[in-house]
């Protein structure tokens, strides 16, 4: 019964990374558009980013 939680947790990871990245090449897009708005753009993706980390580890310290 190990095996499917491990996989579930692997692919939660998986999926957080993806996450984040995606979020850090939206926010490079916004921010090449907007430069003025660099510093509210850089403060919601760290929080954005911030909370799908946390999803990640919650998968983890789960399994």
């Given amino acids: 019964m190990e095996i499917p939680r491990i996989i579930g947790a692997g692919l939660v990871v ?10 850090g090449g939206s926010a490079m897009d916004a921010i ?3 430069p003025e708005a660099t510093g509210k753009i850089q403060t919601a ?3 954005a980013a911030a909370l799908i980390e946390g999803i ?8």
């Fill in 14 to 23: 998986i999926g957080a990374g993806i996450g984040i990245g995606r979020i």
């Fill in 32 to 34: 090449a558009r907007q």
């Fill in 45 to 47: 993706m760290l929080i």
């Fill in 56 to 63: 990640g580890f919650a998968a983890i310290f789960a399994s």
